[in-house]
C-alpha cells in the first residue's frame, strides 16, 4: 500500500528566510541516497513537506527505508498511503482497508490525528477525528480509543491528495551534510574518530579526513581497516576524500631526536600541522578529533593544550565531555565498532612511550622539538608530497 513518503525533519522547521536551503540541501541527498535503490522515485517540496514519491511499479522497501533513515537532518520517514480526494465517503472507506491491511485483527488503541491544509473539504479537522473514530470503532472491534498514549496515532492529512499514515520510522536527525561548512577528521583506526566524524557530520558538516600510515611498522591491513572505517562514516557524510599521510620517517626522526616520554605529545603535534595543511588546501573550516578529556596520557587537559598550539585553525572534538562507553554506544548503533575492534595497529600505537607525560609543559615541549632542526621540515615536505589521496563512498 505504500506509495510514497513522507519525510519529517526537526531544526529546519525553526528556520528563517534561508530555510529553503536546508530543505533544497535534504531533497538533494535524498535523490543521492536513493539512487542505488532498486526502483524510481520522485523527490519534492510542498507546503512545508517533503514527499518520496513511488514512480515504479515495484521498488525495494527496505533498501528504500534504509537509506533514508541514514540522511542527517531526517527526524522520521513516514509510509504513506495516498488516495485522490473522491469525497468523504471514499476517504473512510480508504481508512478501513488501510487499518486492515496494516494492523490486521492485533488489539491496539488509536486515535485519529486529521490535519486539513485544503478548507474547501467536506469536514473540517475536528469533525473527522470525531466522525472517523467512531467508524473505525463500529468496524474494528479488536480497536479503542486511547486519547492520551495510544498505540497508534492514525494521521489523515487532506491536502491536493490524501495523506493516511501510523508510523514513524526514526531517522538521525541533525542538519543536512554540506550545510554548516567542512572540517577536517584525523582518522585512526580506532574506535573515538569515526563516531567524532558522524558526529560532527550530523551537524551538517561535510568531512575529508587524515590518516597517519607508518609501514613498515604498520601493515597493509590496517590502512585497509581505516578505508573500510571511512566507507561506513560515509554512509551517513557522503563521500570522503581519505588523505594518506606516509608518517614513517617523521616518526622514526622524532623518536630519535625527542624525549621518549614525550614522543606522543610531539607526534600528535606534526600530525595537527600536516591535518592543518589539507585542510586549509581543501577549503576547510577546522579539525575534528577523537578525543575525550582524560582518557589516554596525550587527552588530558595539559596535552590537549600542547596539541592546539599548533594550530590557527579551530579544533572540534565532539566526543570532549563522553566517557568510553558512550563512544562505543554510539559506534555500535553506527556499525563502526566491528571493524574499528580488528586486530590492526595504527602509528599510534606502535610508538608508545611505557612512561609518557601527562601533564607536558609547553615550553619544555618546544625545547625538545629545537632538537628536530630542519630535517623535520624537509620530511614533513616530503609526506605531504607522497600523500595518497583516496575517494571513499559508502558501503
Known amino acids: 500500500m505504500v ?38 522515485f520522485f523527490v519534492s517540496k510542498e507546503q512545508g513537506r517533503i514527499y518520496v ?25 513516514c509510509p504513506l498511503y495516498q488516495i485522490d480526494d473522491n469525497g468523504y465517503e471514499d476517504l473512510v472507506q480508504n481508512v478501513f482497508k ?19 491544509a485544503r478548507k474547501d473539504f467536506e469536514k473540517n479537522s475536528t469533525e473527522i477525528n470525531e466522525d472517523l473514530g467512531g467508524r473505525i470503532l463500529d468496524e474494528f472491534p479488536n480497536l479503542s480509543v486511547d486519547v492520551h498514549n495510544p498505540d497508534f496515532y492514525l494521521s489523515i492529512e487532506i491536502r ?21 561548512g567542512k572540517a577536517m577528521l584525523l582518522l585512526s583506526g580506532g574506535i573515538d574518530s569515526p563516531v567524532a566524524g558522524y558526529m560532527i557530520a550530523k551537524r551538517g558538516v561535510a568531512l575529508e579526513a587524515t590518516y597517519f600510515h607508518a609501514p613498515p611498522y604498520t601493515s597493509e591491513r590496517a590502512k585497509q581497516k581505516v578505508v573500510d572505517l571511512a566507507a561506513i562514516v560515509a554512509r551517513y557524510s557522503g563521500p570522503i ?33 600536516i591535518a592543518e595543511h589539507f585542510a586549509k588546501e581543501n577549503h576547510c573550516q577546522a579539525l575534528i578529533t577523537g578525543e575525550s578529556i582524560g582518557q589516554v596520557a596525550s587527552q588530558t587537559m595539559q596535552s590537549l593544550a ?64 629545537m632538537n628536530l632542526s630542519e630535517k ?12 595518497e589521496v583516496i575517494e571513499v563512498f559508502a558501503k
Open 160 to 180: 491536493e491528495r490524501i495523506n493516511i499514515y501510523s508510523k514513524t520510522i526514526p531517522g538521525p536527525g541533525g542538519m543536512p551534510v554540506g550545510t554548516n
Open 98 to 116: 488501510y487499518i486492515r491491511e496494516t494492523y490486521g485483527e492485533e488489539k491496539l488503541t488509536f486515535k485519529v490525528v486529521a490535519r486539513r
Open 241 to 273: 576524500k581519505l588523505h594518506v599521510v606516509n608518517f614513517t620517517d617523521i616518526q622514526l626522526y622524532i623518536y630519535e631526536k625527542c624525549p621518549h616520554e614525550e614522543l606522543t605529545i610531539i607526534m600528535r603535534r606534526y600530525m595537527m600541522k
Open 3 to 40: 506509495s510514497a513518503f513522507l519525510i519529517k525533519y526537526g531544526e529546519i522547521a525553526i528556520k528563517g528566510k534561508n530555510r529553503h536551503l536546508f530543505e533544497d540541501a535534504l531533497v538533494s541527498h535524498l535523490i543521492h541516497a536513493l539512487k542505488p535503490v532498486k526502483g524510481e
Open 306 to 369: 600542547c596539541t592546539n598550539e599548533v594550530c590557527t585553525m579551530p579544533v572540534f572534538r565532539p566526543c570532549i565531555g563522553m566517557d568510553k562507553q558512550e563512544i562505543v554506544s554510539i559506534s555500535e548503533k553506527i556499525d563502526t565498532y566491528e571493524t574499528s575492534i580488528l586486530p590492526y595497529e595504527d602509528c599510534c600505537t606502535i610508538f608508545v612511550a611505557k612512561h609518557p607525560v601527562t601533564k607536558p609543559n609547553i615550553n619544555v615541549i618546544k625545547a625538545s622539538e
Open 376 to 387: 623535520i621540515d624537509e620530511l614533513m615536505e616530503e609526506a605531504i608530497k607522497t600523500t
Open 53 to 77: 514519491d513511488v514512480t515504479s511499479d515495484t521498488y525495494d522497501y527496505d533498501h528504500a527505508v534504509k537509506a533514508m533513515t541514514r540522511i542527517f537532518g531526517i527526524v522520521g520517514v
